[in-house]
């Protein structure tokens, strides 16, 4: 009967946890997006981190290292808790080394993909509140400046960073998390 309401085919307890996990209450297992790379990064600098192409590698101490250099450029251009940094790289160790600067920095990153039209990205980038905008221009910068000598600790409940999806209208809206 096409006027009976649809019936929930959700199993009774998938249904419990998500109602557990979306809860104010919710264990969130605490720490930070970027908490335990950094720690793993001090305890363990010589492992692998990443590795891209046929021979890419870069150890948790290097990965760390660059990005604490990037926080560090972050921060004496005035970033810090609070603030929104878009990146804008293609995918690779750049980009996430970018992404783990930010959020050492105590800011939030907000991705925009190098293939987006600029007029979408400029409108992104408007929405966010970007204070600023990691290109690779950008990024070559902040790589020059001094490190951070450890990761900032925002709250573990800080905004860690804003996507943007197309919705139904077409219009990009942020999501934060």
């Known amino acids: 009967d096409w006027s009976e309401p649809f019936p929930d085919l959700l199993p009774p307890s998938q249904r419990a ?23 793993r990064a001090q305890a363990e600098p010589d492992a692998p981190a990443l590795r891209w192409g046929a021979d890419g590698e ?5 990965l760390a290292g660059r990005a604490l250099r990037i926080a560090g450029g972050l921060a004496a251009a005035g970033v810090g808790e609070g603030d929104r940094v878009a ?5 690779g160790p ?3 080394a970018a992404v783990l600067g930010v959020l050492a920095a105590g800011a939030a990153y907000v991705p925009v993909g190098v293939s987006q039209p600029e007029a979408r990205a400029a409108l992104i980038l408007e929405q966010a509140g970007a204070s600023l905008c990691v290109d690779s221009t950008e990024l070559a910068r902040l790589e020059a400046a ?4 450890a990761p900032a600790g925002p709250s573990e409940r800080a905004l860690a960073y804003v996507i943007y999806t197309s919705g ?3 219009v990009p809206k942020g999501v934060a998390v």
């Open 17 to 39: 946890a998500r109602a557990e996990a979306n809860s104010e209450g919710a264990d969130l297992g605490g720490g930070t997006l970027h908490g335990r790379f950094f720690a």
């Open 94 to 96: 750049g980009q996430v």
């Open 146 to 149: 001094d490190p951070l000598p």
């Open 87 to 91: 990146v804008r790289l293609p995918k």
């Open 58 to 62: 870069a150890t948790y101490g290097e």
């Open 168 to 170: 139904s209208t077409g």
